[in-house]
């Protein structure tokens, strides 16, 4: 699977896909529009960030290639690949608790920090699609 031509892209079921981890150096893309919102793409092998209207909203150290992301205000769902184990931070609400799910399977209860933030860390093989979803409770 790996690269999304041109860094960043909207699917034909409406997902966005994004990230570049085989990239030697960082790359950006910026001024993406998809439903409304201006998105802003960082990536390589080191690093994969997302940006919407200005405000952070995905990261994963190292890169990664994210396939049909999509957030409402309930659930962020994708799939993730790397060749390596990575950790990924979601920007969601503030101090709110949400059911995280890793390839299926319930991983637990995680509590965002005051910013929002949650971390969470997925075993990543080359090649290998890794499903999440992270509800609301």
Request: a negative charge; zero cysteines; proline letters at 1%.
């Amino acid at each position: 699977m790996a690269a999304i031509t041109d860094l960043i892209r909207e699917e034909e079921d409406g997902g966005l896909s994004f990230g570049d981890f085989t990239l030697a150096t960082k790359t950006k893309k910026d001024g993406f529009n998809y439903n409304g919102d201006i998105y802003k793409i960082k990536t390589f092998k080191e690093i994969t960030k997302l940006e919407k209207n200005g405000m952070f909203v995905y990261e994963s150290v190292p890169g990664t290639v994210v396939h049909d992301f999509r957030a409402t205000d309930q659930t962020v769902n994708f799939q993730v690949e790397g060749t390596t184990d990575s950790q990924v931070t979601l920007e969601l609400e503030a101090e709110k608790d949400y059911k995280v799910h890793v390839d299926k399977v319930y991983v637990g209860k995680m509590k965002t920090n005051l910013g929002g933030k949650l971390n969470i860390s997925v075993e990543l093989e080359p090649e290998k699609l890794v499903d999440i979803l992270i509800e609301k409770m």
